[in-house]
């Protein structure tokens, strides 16, 4: 610490203070000449003494005595040379302006000379004390995030004698407060802060791997398409090859053509040749140049297993449409197909392979994996005897399914026919899972001479539900070329909450174009409405090639969440299927009791197994209303890297196990550009100022211009002080009291 010194001052007017010097004056008199009187005795002498004392000290009270106790500060004062050593700083973006032909410094390397005291130490600046301090991030690691808050508020607390602060960095932030809590309190406190900006400001010559789309599994001996997206910041079109390695031995390659200053989207299709884990990685070759290379791949999880998809297709008439599904979802080899079909010209409901006679029971419609609901509609209880309404469903045969899709994980395609049944869905369970909102005075659809056509929204085009060729552009051109339709189904709108993929090219309602193709998420399950009975025209010229990919792509997106995990007696699943660390994972369970159904109550343990080997347990709670038999819970990964889940019942003594991929967060992508704007909003409010590399020299006048710290200085008022008060109060007691033994009262 410092030298402190101490002094006493009055902080009164001069005339009261003058006043004062009278008022004691007199007083000392009157006193003298009352101890006079009084023949020189000893107790009036006192008396009188005391009085004279308490009239000082009153007059000292009204000028205000104060103790002034100054502190001064350290010889050495503190510069803190704050840097960033954040994963981000390894990004190679430091180009030599001399020779721009040299291969390009890391962030890190370009800051590392300025690692040196003496460069911050010159004669101007006098005796300083230097200090270097690193900072990331509070993280495990550390250098996966930064936090510049953090680091500027440590800076601040640790130094008392802080002259001012060095920052070094790329002024990239991604976790904690805003950088600009931190510089408001080096404002407050007359600190400023010289920022140093490392990096690149635009993009440099690059081509990257931006993102590469891969499920958590796949169906071994079905092909599987892989969407990746190439992105360039080089001033010409490029020509690249994208290669498709399974397990690091490359298996398909592919030449796309990257747009300048752009992006390119494309997929590769892989085609597991048997069940196991794989990791798949797409990569491209290094530009000459690319200036960046760290970021021209992509590497990711996935496991492969056999498949077999239990579908139910639900029909009145054996109308076109129903036929050529049947047909395209029964050669399929990873469909089990069932058919129930209720014909009112057959003898019996039903018939033929594949067929049942009746609808299935409550336990035995939870197997089905998806439902295909035609045109059928919800009528009396159903006699199959009497015959008399064959083409409806009962109220308790709609709860089941939608109790199968809120708490089974199913999915539901409604398929509306030109009988117009589906209009009293609209009165039963299944209203709330319906994504549209039918026309009621357009119940039977509306029919036209004139053929019309789908159109993909945006969302449609970046679906993969809807993806029939391997490009956006081609993509669009395939559903434009699609042959068309003649029957669409009456639709006012489609309801809150759904994704509209395609809408009607010309018809339109009070509420846009009528929606054709619409999802939404009910429950634990998906729901999808198909608005035209002529999909089987698609076969037009090309037979199968885009009916059999788009039902296919159907069921399989309908079903995704049932296959993550399923035993015997369990079924587990989550959401999001690729979470990053830090995301909340939704956890879902479906079991069933010995008997097949669902478990009403019961005790649902998953264990989530870190990468590391750390073991968390998480106790799922069962639903409510229609989700008997799941049950859910949530869980928070902290680690990045393939998690093993395990779930097991108490009652049933059922589990299922699978595994689980976590991105990492990737906060510190290398190859971002550099924010010089954060660093100087930094030194605008601290009174600093931001400079490159190649002008830190420049930063010396400035540190040899700023002021010592002052002395700080603490201050005791005397005069307003209890102890102060406690002492005039005593000796007037004392006075009084005196007075009283001398006779003088």
């Known amino acids: 610490m410092g030298e402190q010194q101490g002094s006493l001052e009055f902080f009164s007017s001069g005339s009261i203070l003058g006043l004062g010097l009278v008022v004691i004056v007199v007083a000392g008199i009157l006193c003298w000449l009352?101890?006079?009187?009084?023949g020189y005795s000893v107790k009036t002498?006192?008396?009188?003494?005391?009085?004279f004392v308490l009239i000082c000290l009153v007059v000292i009270t009204l000028n205000q005595p104060e103790w002034l106790q100054t502190q001064l500060p350290d010889q050495r004062s503190t510069l803190a040379v704050l840097w960033d050593k954040s994963n981000s700083m390894k990004t190679r973006d430091v180009v030599d302006a001399q020779d721009i032909s040299t291969e390009p410094k890391s962030r890190a390397e370009t800051i590392l000379p300025l690692m040196s005291e003496g460069?911050?130490?010159?004669?101007?600046?006098?005796?300083?004390?230097?200090?270097?301090e690193p900072f990331s991030s509070h993280l495990d690691p550390a250098e996966e995030a930064t936090d510049l808050n953090a680091g500027l508020s440590h800076v601040l607390d640790a130094h008392a004698s802080l002259r001012?602060?060095?920052?070094?960095?790329?002024g990239d932030w991604n976790v904690g407060n805003s950088p600009v809590e931190a510089a408001t309190k080096f404002r407050m406190k007359g600190v400023p802060v010289f920022t140093v900006g490392v990096g690149s400001e635009v993009p440099l010559p690059d081509l990257e791997v931006v993102s590469v789309d891969v499920p958590t599994y796949a169906v071994a001996n079905k092909q599987l398409r892989i969407p990746f997206v190439v992105r360039s910041t080089l001033g010409q079109d490029r020509d690249v090859s994208v290669t498709l390695s399974v397990n690091q031995k490359p298996e398909h390659s592919k030449v796309v053509r990257v747009p300048a200053m752009s992006q390119a989207q494309d997929n590769m299709v892989w085609t597991p040749p048997a069940t196991g884990n794989y990791t798949l990685t797409v990569r491209i070759p290094r530009d000459t140049q690319e200036l960046i290379p760290e970021n021209n791949e992509i590497s990711v999880p996935i496991s492969v297993r056999q498949e077999q998809l239990k579908v139910l297709v639900i029909e009145?008439?054996?109308r076109w449409e129903y036929r050529y599904l049947r047909n395209a979802l029964e050669r399929d080899p990873g469909v089990e197909l069932t058919t129930l079909l209720f014909h009112p010209e057959l003898p019996d409901v039903g018939g033929g392979r594949g067929y049942i006679n009746s609808f299935p029971t409550t336990n035995a419609l939870n197997r089905y994996d998806v439902v295909f609901l035609g045109d059928v509609g919800i009528g009396q209880e159903q006699n199959y005897a009497e015959r008399d309404d064959l083409s409806s469903l009962t109220y308790q045969q709609a709860q089941d399914l939608r109790q199968l899709v809120s708490a089974q994980a199913s999915g539901l395609v409604f398929m509306p026919g030109r009988t117009g049944m589906h209009d009293s869905l609209m009165s039963s369970p299944l209203a709330d899972l319906y994504p549209v909102v039918l026309d009621a005075t357009a119940a039977n659809g509306v029919g036209s001479s004139t053929r019309g056509y789908f159109s993909l929204t945006q969302l449609g085009r970046r679906s993969l539900l809807t993806r029939l060729a391997g490009t956006d552009e081609g993509n669009s051109e395939v559903w434009r070329t699609l042959p068309g339709f003649y029957w669409y189904a009456g639709v006012k709108r489609a309801k809150v909450g759904t994704e509209t993929l395609a809408v009607h090219d010309q018809a339109t309602t009070g509420s846009g174009r009528v929606p054709l193709i619409v999802t939404k998420t009910y429950g634990a399950g998906k729901v999808l409405f198909m608005g035209t009975d002529s999909a089987w025209r698609w076969r037009q010229g090309v037979e199968d090639k885009y009916h059999y990919r788009f039902w296919s792509q159907v069921a399989r997106w309908m079903a995704y969440r049932r296959q993550m995990a399923h035993g015997e007696s369990m079924r587990l699943f989550y959401s999001p299927d690729r979470p990053h660390v830090d995301d909340v994972l939704a956890l879902n369970a479906n079991v069933n009791d010995p008997l097949g159904g669902p478990l009403e109550r019961g005790t649902v343990i998953v264990q989530a197994i870190s990468p590391s080997g750390k073991t968390q347990t998480i106790r799922l709670q069962p639903g409510e209303g229609d989700a008997a038999g799941l049950f859910t819970g949530s869980f928070v990964p902290k680690e990045a890297g393939n998690y093993r889940l395990v779930a097991s019942s108490t009652e049933t003594g059922g589990s299922v196990e699978t595994d689980l991929s976590v991105q990492g967060l990737n906060r510190e992508q290398q190859g971002r550009l550099a924010r010089f704007d954060v660093l100087e909003e930094i030194a605008q409010i601290t009174d600093g100022k931001l400079?490159?590399?190649?002008e830190v020299s420049t930063l010396l006048d400035y540190l040899a211009a700023l002021p010592k710290p002052e002395a700080t200085v603490h201050?005791?008022?005397i005069w307003a002080h209890p102890l102060w008060a406690g002492l005039l109060i005593f000796l007037l007691g004392v006075f009084w009291i005196a007075r009283k033994m001398t006779g003088a009262v």
């Open 119 to 132: 460069i911050w130490k010159p004669s101007e600046v006098g005796d300083l004390n230097v200090v270097f």
């Open 45 to 51: 002498g006192g008396l009188e003494l005391l009085r």
């Open 715 to 717: 201050r005791t008022r």
């Open 164 to 170: 001012g602060v060095v920052l070094l960095s790329d």
């Open 34 to 38: 009352a101890w006079q009187r009084s």
């Open 316 to 318: 009145s008439y054996p």
């Open 691 to 694: 400079v490159s590399v190649s």
